[in-house]
């Protein structure tokens, strides 16, 4: 029943499955496994697509031979599979060169660096068909406001988007391009730190309409904020262009645990509103095994990131066919339509009328909101009671 099919477009990034189990106290605890072999043991899963960085696919110091070959292995095992790539990005935080930012670097060097390794990622995207193009600016951001480049940041940000945008249409590449949030790790202060902050600067950019947000449930959650809060904020604005599913524990370094491993009634709330927004779009995990664990743990780790998923989207077909919950939440949402005719929009005498208008404020007042009820019937349904 919960057996994931290409149709759920779930996806992984090679870095994620890929992922070693190295940490800042540790070496890794797994070998490295190839792109070619990733693709199929994801396929064989049931997922139904992979991302990269550049340098996941092919490594920073591969020659132009190595580069045709790993490229041309890649392409058969997509092909042998059925697997697509519907994202891509740029690794631009682990070369020592981006140490304090890349296109936020005080260093013009660094800065047009930045930009020349993601214009050349943007086309290995292209090459194996990804359209959409994530921007994690792990290393956008200060320990100490020393340098004082907080507001040259901002501006060297939005020029390396404006140029990477007019590249995207010059090249005919139709991307849409993903800038992802995240409030601290590896840098103490990352600049644009939530969603909100990243929809605010995108208003700012030359191409807005080509720029939207790819929210992280790890990365909100570590800041004690609300991951359903920021994914409805971006739906809302018409920007969810990529997710990255994963779970926390709230406070704690960027854990990337498996989803719904963590948070139940937020990972419900989070399918939930993808579900019934419509949301066409990828679920990619963005998440990886524990440190403790072998291969056997990774791939169990992988389905059950897809398994959970599809049982919390079970359980918010069943939340929505549940008669008490509907009949709870008619209560919940009280209608009253001339009101609304009258707050619906402004005219001078909708204005005056409602001036006019006396409520029962006592009424109002004493009566509870019923939340108890709903909440409580929402958790029975998680805990399968109901
Ligand atoms: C890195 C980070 C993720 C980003 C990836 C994309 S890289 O793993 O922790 O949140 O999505 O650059
Ligand atoms: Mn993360
Ligand atoms: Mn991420």
Redesign the pocket.
């Known amino acids: 029943q919960y057996q994931p099919k290409p149709e759920h477009k779930f996806t992984f990034?090679l870095?994620?499955v890929g992922?070693p189990g190295s940490d800042p106290f540790g070496s890794a605890v797994r070998e490295t496994i190839s792109a070619p072999y990733i693709v199929e043991k994801l396929a064989e899963l049931g997922a139904w697509g992979v991302?990269f960085?550049d340098n996941d696919l092919i490594p920073a110091d591969a020659t132009p031979e190595q580069e045709r070959q790993i490229k041309k292995d890649f392409r058969a095992a997509l092909d042998a599979t059925g697997l697509v790539v519907p994202m891509a990005?740029?690794?631009?935080?682990k070369d020592p060169i981006f140490r304090d930012g890349a296109f936020t670097s005080a260093d013009a060097r660094v800065r047009a660096y930045a930009i020349q390794k993601t214009m050349k990622a943007m086309d290995l995207g292209a090459e194996f068909g990804a359209e959409t193009y994530?921007?994690?600016g792990?290393r956008e951001g200060t320990e100490v406001d020393a340098g004082s480049r907080t507001l040259d940041a901002m501006a060297w940000f939005r020029e390396a988007l404006n140029f990477l945008a007019e590249y995207n249409i010059s090249q005919g590449y139709n991307y849409k391009f993903a800038l992802?949030p995240?409030p601290n790790?590896p840098r103490g202060d990352i600049f644009l730190p939530t969603v909100g902050a990243a929809l605010g600067f995108i208003a700012t950019l030359d191409h807005p309409e080509m720029v939207g947000v790819?929210p992280?449930f790890?990365?909100d959650t570590m800041a004690g904020l609300s991951f359903p809060h920021a994914i409805a904020q971006a739906i809302d604005a018409g920007k969810l262009f990529h997710v990255?599913l994963?779970d926390q524990k709230m406070g704690r370094f960027?854990q990337?645990l498996r989803f719904g491993s963590e948070n139940y009634k937020s990972a419900f709330y989070t399918v939930k509103l993808l579900e019934d927004s419509g949301y066409q779009g990828p679920r990619h995990f963005?998440a990886?095994a524990l440190r403790t664990e072998d291969y056997d743990g990774v791939w169990e780790f992988a389905r059950g990131c897809m398994r959970t998923y599809l049982i919390l989207k079970d359980k918010v077909e069943q939340y929505n066919a549940d008669e008490e919950i509907q009949a709870a939440l008619a209560e919940y949402f009280v209608k009253d339509e001339a009101l609304s005719g009258l707050t619906a929009r402004f005219s001078p005498e909708n204005a005056q009328k409602l001036k006019d208008t006396s409520f029962d404020l006592d009424g109002i007042r004493s009566k509870g909101r019923g939340l108890e009820k709903i909440d409580q019937l929402t958790a029975e349904v998680l805990l399968g009671v109901r």
Do not use: Q
């Open positions: 990034g870095w994620t992922n991302n960085h990005t740029t690794n631009l935080f994530v921007f994690w792990g992802e995240k790790e790819n992280e790890a990365h990255d994963n960027d990337d963005d990886h």
